[in-house]
């Protein structure tokens, strides 16, 4: 089943204990859209600038992505962030950040993109996440991400985005602000309220937690992974696996949600594995199904 993301393509420089990489691949749409397409065929919308120095046919050569929602602008340049990590590196601390394309018009939508029925607007400006959204024609599910920026400073947009689609998915911090709420199970039940039907809470290493608005709910630990070199779009990793198998599953009952929260568990475990996108293009969609078999097994009582 058709799925699109739109979000940002990023020139990324990351400091972590492990070494600097300058000057790599990264945006949420780019993290999202390689993990997304080990399950399902992807639709790209993003927008680059003549700056860019990616070829991003060639990065998703033999990768399911669908690149005609790409959109290069030639009298712009292309977002750009620097951040670094320490100690657990359990978050990022921004060193520098230029939004670019970012704050300009959102992408144009391609004709043969709108009848796209899983969709996932990765985080931006909720105002901008409901541009794109109607321009679509009636997708089954939506999820989108946010962070603490929008709750600040945008909650009447991101309310009335809230309204609009299927799925949240943020960190634990996020819901907690959004909610005005610390236990992270009443909070998710709070979120719900505001309009989606499904809340996903990511807990870093300590895991996630999936609620459905008919009370159903799945607490999941993290993957224990030994190797974490660079978290930096584990997050969108997560999403991209949620998201694509759902959409290759073409389901969104409870039993195909819980199982799509693991799925975008292991992935996120192969991203923290190096630098950049290295830790997915270098597996499978046979050591994914390989990781979460172990996964399964180490939770089993």
């Known amino acids: 089943m058709s799925l699109l993301v739109t979000g940002s393509i990023g020139i990324d420089t ?45 990065i998703f050569k033999g990768k399911k992505v669908d690149l005609n929602g790409l959109e290069l602008r030639h009298k712009s340049k292309t977002f750009r962030w620097a951040g ?6 359990n ?29 996932f607007l990765a985080n931006t400006a909720p105002i901008l996440q409901i541009q794109l959204l109607d321009q679509l024609n009636r997708p089954k599910f939506v999820a989108a991400d946010t962070m603490n920026l929008w709750i600040n400073n945008n909650l009447a947009d991101l309310k009335k985005l809230l309204k609009k689609i299927d799925c949240l998915i943020l960190n634990e911090t996020e819901a907690r602000m959004l909610a005005s709420e610390h236990n992270l199970i009443t909070a998710a039940a709070k979120i719900e309220k505001l309009g989606p039907t499904v809340v996903v809470i990511k807990k870093g290493e300590s895991g996630s937690i999936i609620r459905q608005s008919d009370g159903q ?14 978290p930096t779009g584990a997050g969108d990793s997560f999403a991209g696996g949620f998201m694509g198998y759902l959409a ?8 195909t949600l819980k199982k799509a929260v693991a799925y975008g568990t292991v992935v996120a475990s192969f991203t923290i594995s190096d630098f950049s996108l290295k830790g997915l293009t270098k597996t499978t969609r046979r050591n994914i199904d ?8 180490r939770v089993k009582f």
């Open 14 to 58: 990351v400091k972590t204990p492990f070494g600097v990489s300058k000057d790599c691949l990264g945006g949420s749409a780019v993290y999202f859209s390689m993990a997304a397409s080990f399950f399902s065929p992807v639709r790209f919308l993003g927008a680059i600038g003549a700056d860019c120095p990616f070829d991003l046919k060639k």
């Open 84 to 89: 670094s990590y320490q100690g657990a590196m």
């Open 91 to 119: 978050e990022a601390t921004t060193d520098a950040v230029e939004l670019n394309v970012l704050a300009e018009n959102p992408p144009q939508m391609p004709e043969e993109y709108k009848d796209s029925k899983f969709v």
């Open 217 to 230: 709910l799945f607490v999941l630990p993290a993957y224990p992974a030994t190797i974490v070199k660079d």
């Open 248 to 255: 290759g599953q073409n389901k969104t009952d409870f039993a």
């Open 290 to 297: 390989s990781r979460l078999n172990e996964l399964r097994n």
